[in-house]
């Protein structure tokens, strides 16, 4: 198993940028894919952005050319830079790792953004 913990949220004016970071512990040399998911109030939880152990990436339509996932394998880090930020990007930020055919969540790191 893993327990991840997120950080890095905060209260954000539109065009801001903010940068989340999600520390993974455990079984972290077992961990496959790592990515970051959001959820707004009355919204289903919806892919952000993913990254393969390889480093590869694929984002949200939404979030292309704004966001950028990354990670260290070797620290079990997965980080999520947000630049450009928009009202409707308002919502919790949960930071996802599988490894085994499983997913595990952390609790979430709230985002606003806001004048």
């Known amino acids: 198993q893993v327990q991840l913990v997120e950080s890095g949220g905060g209260l954000v004016q539109p065009g801001g940028s903010l940068r989340l970071s999600c520390a993974a512990s455990?079984?972290?040399?077992?961990?496959?894919?790592m990515g970051w998911y959001r959820q707004a109030v009355r919204k289903q939880r919806e892919l952000v952005a993913a990254i393969s152990s390889a480093g590869n990436t694929n984002y949200a339509d939404s979030v292309k050319g704004r966001f950028t996932i990354s990670r260290d394998n070797a620290k079990g880090t997965v980080y999520l830079q947000m630049n450009s930020l928009k009202p409707e990007d308002t919502a919790v930020y949960y930071c996802n790792a599988k490894l085994w055919g499983s997913g595990f969540w952390g609790q979430g790191t709230q985002v606003t953004v806001s004048s």
């Open positions: 455990g079984s972290i040399a077992s961990i496959t894919a």
